[in-house]
């Protein structure tokens, strides 16, 4: 039997680890016939284990599993780490995780539990994903990991990462298929009501518009935030160097090493996101909303919105549109 172990701390939200719990540890009638090995045996880890964790929601979990039998399972889930803005990753998970991979188990994260796999060291020179809310932290903290904001989840063999709780479904699901196959996976997913399969190459459905730059004293930040607030106009490198005060050459590198991207990506990117929310409010046609974040024409809008989003304007609109009932 293939055994999972799933990483339970207090503090923590309980969807994801509840996602986890009903893919591996629920009894499966509807697959009788289907497995040609044995389902999957889950423990429930924390790092004193029989003492309540309080979750949010004001109830409380309690672990039957300690950390050295997460270290000794087939496949490591880590849902979370408590307090991913600032906190510290317990030592003692670090090592669990460490212990595992160097037995070769599976090494799995959703949302803010790749930080767990990058304080261990097993994502450096690896793509990976974690919820978007995370990534620019991630990337600061751990600048070996190569961070891929633009995914439901990354597959690199024994090392899986997923982006917020949703696409821990997805990649649970993804698991299954790898293990038992497609048929499997499907039947597990209409039992869930989920699609049977979403790419782990689909863009995270980023909900922020458009974020204010920290308000640093220098001329990098406030030409970031002028541009915020000038998005509909043309906009060039020369005009962004200008409003920070550098020379061009100057201002293309010292913009790459703050944020990891150019100028121009960042701007496109910052015009995508402020078509969202009118996209979602029906607010204008999609030539009306290219026009009003900055892109020269629809067709511009439309190539980089499915390059970033992995989907259409209009896709987006029919299935996010604010419809009144």
Not at 82 to 104: K, W, Y
Request: glycine letters at 8%.
């Amino acid at each position: 039997m293939h055994t999972v172990a799933v990483y339970a701390f207090a503090g923590m939200a309980p969807f994801e680890l509840g996602v986890v719990v009903e893919v591996f540890g629920l009894a499966r009638p509807e697959l009788a016939g289907l497995l040609s090995a044995p389902w999957y045996g889950l423990k429930v880890c924390a790092e004193v284990p029989g003492e309540p964790l309080a979750a949010v929601g004001g109830f409380s979990i309690t672990a039957q599993h300690g950390l050295e039998e997460l270290a000794a399972a087939d496949t490591v889930v880590v849902v979370g780490v408590p307090n991913a803005f600032g906190g510290e990753v317990p030592p003692q998970l670090v090592r669990a995780l460490r212990t595992a991979h160097e037995r070769g188990a599976r090494i799995v994260s959703i949302c803010s539990g790749a930080f767990a796999l990058a304080a261990a060291g097993l994502l450096d020179g690896q793509e990976a994903t974690t919820h978007w809310r995370y990534v620019e932290l991630l990337r600061r903290q751990y600048p070996a990991v190569r961070v891929n904001p633009d995914v439901l989840y990354v597959d690199n063999g024994e090392l899986l990462t997923s982006a917020g709780s949703a696409a821990g479904i997805d990649l649970c699901l993804h698991l299954i298929r790898r293990d038992h196959g497609a048929k499997v996976a499907n039947t597990v997913a209409r039992r869930f009501v989920v699609p049977p399969h979403r790419d782990g190459g689909q863009a995270q459905f980023i909900e922020a518009a458009i974020r204010q730059v920290p308000q640093e004293d220098d001329g990098l930040a406030h030409s970031m935030q002028w541009a915020l607030d000038h998005l509909a106009t043309p906009l060039t490198v020369a005009l962004l160097a200008r409003a920070a005060r550098m020379s061009e050459r100057s201002y293309l590198r010292h913009f790459t090493a703050r944020n990891g991207t150019s100028p121009m990506r960042w701007v496109v990117h910052q015009r995508i996101a402020a078509s969202l929310p009118l996209l979602e409010a029906l607010d204008g046609t999609v030539e009306e909303i290219a026009a009003a974040v900055g892109f020269e024409s629809a067709a511009t809008f439309r190539h980089h919105f499915t390059r970033t989003m992995r989907t259409s304007p209009t896709a987006y609109r029919r299935t996010f549109a604010n419809r009144v009932a």
